[in-house]
């Protein structure tokens, strides 16, 4: 389907710069005179952990705006799980696009205005996200390999992908965990027979959200466990490198954090994924206001 005007996205710390704006609505109506706006469930959730209740308030005030005229992306792991299910069930019919990306509900959510006054949701969501960093990190140990390390990501990704290599272990770990039980519910069949590397090239080739998850998660295990002292790095948290999921879904994607800018920047160009990744302040620079 074509779209009259080219679509943006944006992580926390762009809600952050526009709630910090003296008045944030000129800015938001530029944006969405311009841009298709989609607000990704990710970065509304990290904006209701936020302690401080006055800056909460002008948070899911500039959210309440931006979905106003525009729309809400579903949670990175419920994406990635119908992506995988839709795959798995109807292989030849699969297409990316078709899968459903807006989260109707998240909307109606920000749109409700509740959330910013629920104490006991904001320590809920804070502490739920300080428990999924720690076990992020826990997953990319520092390696004790023997052999030389590599001297830069690009030459970990010609290694990673080699034949049962640590690309194609990560990609087959997310498909299998779309059918793993649910809080002790098993949701649909479980299952039986993982797929081997040809089967998982033919769904990263066709499915750009799970391919860009896919480098993200390949880039964090360089960083953390195999980067040299003096390499680049790229220290993007869980949360930030989840939301490589959303790249395939605009056409721009807006960040303040200079990590954050760095690793997504990297993990599109790998994953050939055409998504501009834009500094806010760059951004805004180019808005009529």
Not at 109 to 125: C, R
Request: glycine content about 4%; proline content about 6%; overall charge neutral.
């Amino acid at each position: 389907m074509m779209r009259d005007q080219p679509t943006i996205a944006m992580d926390n710390s762009v809600l952050n710069r526009l709630a910090k704006e003296n008045n944030p609505e000129p800015v938001i109506a530029a944006m969405l005179s311009g841009y298709e706006v989609r607000v990704p469930e990710m970065a509304f959730g990290e904006a209701i952990a936020t302690a401080k209740p006055e800056v909460r308030m002008k948070l899911m005030k500039v959210c309440r705006l931006l979905v106003a005229s525009g729309s809400g992306i579903t949670a990175a792991h419920w994406l990635m799980d119908r992506h995988i299910k839709r795959f798995h069930d109807y292989p030849l019919r699969y297409g990316w696009r078709n899968v459903q990306s807006r989260y109707f509900d998240l909307e109606e959510a920000i749109l409700s205005g509740n959330y910013h006054v629920d104490e006991a949701l904001v320590s809920e969501q804070a502490a739920q996200m300080e428990a999924n960093q720690a076990e992020f990190e826990q997953c990319f140990p520092k390696s004790q390999r023997t052999t030389p390390l590599p001297n830069s990501f690009a030459d970990w990704i010609a290694e990673c992908q080699i034949k049962d290599g640590s690309f194609w272990n990560t990609a087959r770990g997310l498909y299998c965990a779309a059918f793993r039980p649910q809080n002790g519910i098993m949701i649909g069949r479980p299952l039986s027979n993982p797929p081997d590397d040809a089967a998982l090239k033919t769904f990263l080739d066709l499915c750009p959200p799970l391919r860009a998850i896919v480098y993200a998660f390949e880039l964090t295990h360089y960083d953390r466990s195999l980067r040299k002292e003096k390499a680049l790095s790229y220290k993007a948290g869980r949360n930030d490198q989840m939301m490589a999921v959303y790249l395939p879904y605009c056409d721009q994607f807006l960040t303040d954090d200079k990590q954050q800018h760095r690793c997504l920047t990297e993990v599109a160009s790998r994953a050939g994924i055409p998504t501009q990744v834009r500094f806010y302040d760059d951004f805004r620079s180019s808005l009529p206001i």
